[in-house]
Nanobody, 114 residues
Framework: QVQLVESGGGLVQPGESLRLSCAVSGFSVTMLDMSWYRQAPGKQREWVARISRDGSPMYVDSVKGRFTISRDNAQNTVYLQMNSLKPEDTGVYYC????????WGQGTQVTVSS
């Protein structure tokens, strides 16, 4: 059974950093593209970053230069390093596996506030 479990969220001040983790079980993260999405209160879920099977990263413009998506094949985990956080980065962050039937984790809350 495929499971995605996010962790690493929290409350930080603007300018600080967080690293989110998405631990995957039941399927190798090297076999499919993986993405991070986020959903702010009252807004639609939006795509944030994606890492392809070959390890190539892609980002939404608003996080380019601040966020880095990466993958640890041995740990079967996908990460999202978030630096220079802004209040508009606040939301629930979800990990997604781009399988024929997409899989999602339960989400982890990120709050950026002074």
């Amino acid at each position: 059974q495929v499971q995605l479990v996010e962790s690493g969220g929290g409350l930080v001040q603007p300018g600080e950093s967080l690293r989110l983790s998405c631990a995957v079980s039941g399927f190798s993260v090297t076999m499919l593209d993986m993405s991070w999405y986020r959903q702010a209160p009252g807004k639609q879920r939006e795509w944030v970053a994606r890492i392809s099977r070959d390890g190539s990263p892609m980002y939404v413009d608003s996080v380019k230069g601040r966020f880095t998506i990466s993958r640890d094949n041995a740990q079967n985990t996908v990460y999202l390093q978030m630096n220079s956080l802004k209040p508009e980065d606040t939301g629930v962050y979800y990990c997604k596996m781009h399988s024929s039937l997409p899989r999602w984790g339960q989400g982890t809350q990120v709050t950026v506030s002074s």
